[in-house]
């Protein structure tokens, strides 16, 4: 079985430049999270997907950022424009059924993004 | 205040030693407690996870929740080069919910 994939591995742009992270959970699985490292401190949540439904986006930064989820598959996160303080680790996570008990989220390898 | 505490370390020990790591938090509302192992350059990997206060073992590997104190530990015994990665405490209070990580512990075990 296939694992979360997250495309590109790493993206270098410059401060005010646009860019689109894609994350392709593993097949079946519902619920997909975006998450997000700054250097230096923990991982933390941005948006949560329930199929094509936003489910929580309480960490989303600000209106730069964008996150879809047409058809209840792959996921995309635009960040639009990038400013410095956007540089990090993006991650992305997918799980089954939320009425599951356990609460296992499957991490992608992470987009490592630099904005200069 | 942050929602969960952990030492960044770095750790290191020799082969063999028992490795002990924790995490604190604050909000009285978590009942699910995961451990993450993440090698460098790749996602995080759920080792084991617990619900509520107790131990449970996998293996060579104990994870203990104790809720009154809101302290969490990951003990690791016959440690091995292998187990040489950065180890995250996450949580949540549903199954469903957002993950609340620490900053994770650094290891090197030592061959």
């Known amino acids: 079985e296939a694992g979360v994939t997250q495309f590109p591995s790493h993206s270098v742009i410059e401060k005010g430049q646009t860019v689109t992270l894609r994350c392709d959970p593993i097949?079946?699985?519902?619920?997909l999270y975006w998450y997000r490292r700054v250097m230096g401190k923990e991982i933390k949540f941005l948006l949560h997907?329930?199929?094509?439904?936003?489910?929580?986006e309480s960490g989303m930064p600000n209106n730069r950022f964008l996150a879809e989820r047409t058809g209840g598959t792959y996921s995309t996160l635009k960040v639009q424009p990038a400013e410095l303080e956007d540089s990090g680790v993006y991650f992305c996570?997918?799980?089954?059924?939320?009425?599951?008990?356990?609460?296992?989220?499957?991490f992608g390898p992470g987009t490592r993004l630099t904005v200069l | 205040q942050k929602e969960v505490e952990q030492d960044p370390g770095p750790l290191s020990v020799p082969e063999g030693a028992i490795v002990s790591l924790n995490c604190t938090y604050s909000?009285?509302?978590?009942?699910?407690f995961m451990w993450y192992r993440q090698y460098s350059r790749k996602g995080p990997e759920l080792l084991m996870y617990?619900?509520?206060?107790g131990n449970k073992e996998d293996g060579r590997f104990t994870a203990q929740v104790d809720k009154s104190s809101k302290y969490i530990s990951l003990f690791i015994r016959d440690s091995q080069p292998s187990d040489s990665a950065t180890y995250l405490c996450?949580?949540?209070?549903?199954?469903?919910?957002?993950?609340?990580f620490g900053t994770g512990t650094s290891l090197t075990v030592i061959p």
């Open positions: 996570a997918s799980s089954q059924d939320r009425n599951r008990f356990k609460p296992e989220q499957f």
């Open positions: 097949s079946g699985h519902d619920n």
């Open positions: 997907f329930v199929k094509e439904s936003k489910q929580d």
């Open positions: 909000n009285s509302a978590f009942q699910y």
């Open positions: 617990t619900y509520s206060s």
């Open positions: 996450a949580m949540s209070a549903n199954t469903g919910n957002q993950f609340y």
